[in-house]
C-alpha cells in the first residue's frame, strides 16, 4: 500500500472516533507536560535558592533530580503510551469491541512490561548516539583553540563521521518505532524481544515512519492530527506483519513442496 493510500484509509478508520482517539492520544501527552513543568520548577526554585546556572548540569542535586524525573516518566508516560497505541492499534484492525484503556493502566503486568520497554528504547538510543557524540566533540575540541593544517583535515573527517553516526543513531531510532504497536500485536514477547522484533519488521521500510513524521511533524504541533498519525502508524505495522506472514508462509510451503518432491 502507498502512503498516500495508507493515509486516506487511515482517515477512513477514524470517522466518526476522531474526539474519543484524541483523548486518548493526548494522556501520554499531558502526562510528559506536566512532569517536564514539574521538573522546570524544580529547577527554577535551586536557582531562586541561590544556585548558579552552571550548576543545573553539573551539582548532584540536579542531576539527581533529572534522574528522578527520567523514572517518573518511564512509569508515568510510558504506560500511557503504549496504552494509546493498544488503542490506535486495536482501531487500525478493525475491532469492535474495544479494550477499555483502564484496564491496561490497572494490570500490573502491562504496567511493567511498557516502563521496561521505553527504558530500554531510551538506553538503546543513548548508547547509539554514544559514538556521533564523541566523535563530534573530538572535532569542536580540535578546532576550539585555532588549527592548523593537520588538526583542520582530523576536524573535517571527524565532522562527516559524526553526520555519517547521527544518521545510524536515526536509523536505530526509527528502527524501535514499532515496539509499540508490537507490543498490542503480540502481548507475550519480552521488552528486549520487542526491540529486536522491531528491527528486524522496520528492515527497509523505515522510509514510510520517515514520511509519516515529516507528514504530520509541523501539524501535530496543534495535536488533532494525532489519531490520524497514530492510525496510520498503526496500519502500516499490520501491513508489515501481515507481509512478513504471507512470505513465511510461502517459504515454508515452497520447503515441503521441494521435499516432497525430492
Avoid at 169 to 191: C, E, H, R
Wanted: aromatic fraction near 10%; charged fraction near 20%.
Amino acid at each position: 500500500m502507498k502512503t498516500g493510500e495508507l493515509i486516506r484509509y487511515s482517515r477512513s478508520l477514524i470517522k466518526g472516533k476522531r474526539g474519543r482517539l484524541l483523548l486518548i492520544c493526548l494522556l501520554p501527552v499531558c502526562g510528559a507536560v506536566t512532569l517536564r513543568t514539574a521538573e522546570t520548577a524544580v529547577y527554577c526554585m535551586m536557582l531562586y535558592l541561590g544556585g548558579k546556572p552552571a550548576e543545573l548540569f553539573s551539582s548532584e542535586t540536579a542531576m539527581l533530580a533529572a534522574a528522578v524525573f527520567a523514572a517518573l516518566r518511564c512509569m508515568v508516560c510510558a504506560p500511557l503510551r503504549f496504552a494509546a497505541a493498544q488503542r490506535l492499534w486495536e482501531n487500525a484492525e478493525g475491532r469492535e469491541q474495544l479494550t477499555p484503556v483502564t484496564e491496561f493502566l490497572t494490570r500490573g503486568s502491562f504496567l511493567r512490561r511498557s516502563a521496561v520497554a521505553a527504558f530500554l528504547v531510551k538506553l538503546t538510543g543513548a548508547l547509539a548516539l554514544i559514538p556521533a557524540a564523541v566523535s563530534g566533540s573530538t572535532a569542536y575540541l580540535a578546532l576550539r583553540d585555532g588549527a592548523g593544517t593537520g588538526e583542520l583535515f582530523g576536524a573535517l573527517h571527524c565532522t562527516v563521521l559524526t553526520l555519517i553516526l547521527f544518521v545510524w543513531w536515526l536509523k536505530v531510532k526509527t528502527g524501535m518505532a514499532a515496539v509499540p504497536f508490537l507490543m498490542a500485536a503480540d502481548g507475550g514477547l519480552s521488552p528486549i524481544k520487542l526491540i529486536i522484533r522491531s528491527h528486524r519488521l522496520m528492515r527497509g521500510r523505515r522510509r514510510v515512519f520517515v514520511f509519516l513524521a515529516f507528514r504530520y511533524l509541523l501539524p501535530a504541533v496543534f495535536l488533532f492530527p494525532l489519531p490520524e498519525a497514530g492510525t496510520a502508524a498503526a496500519l502500516s505495522i499490520s501491513i508489515f506483519l501481515r507481509e512478513d506472514e504471507y512470505r513465511e508462509e510461502r517459504r515454508a510451503s515452497m520447503i515441503t513442496g521441494y521435499r516432497r518432491t525430492a
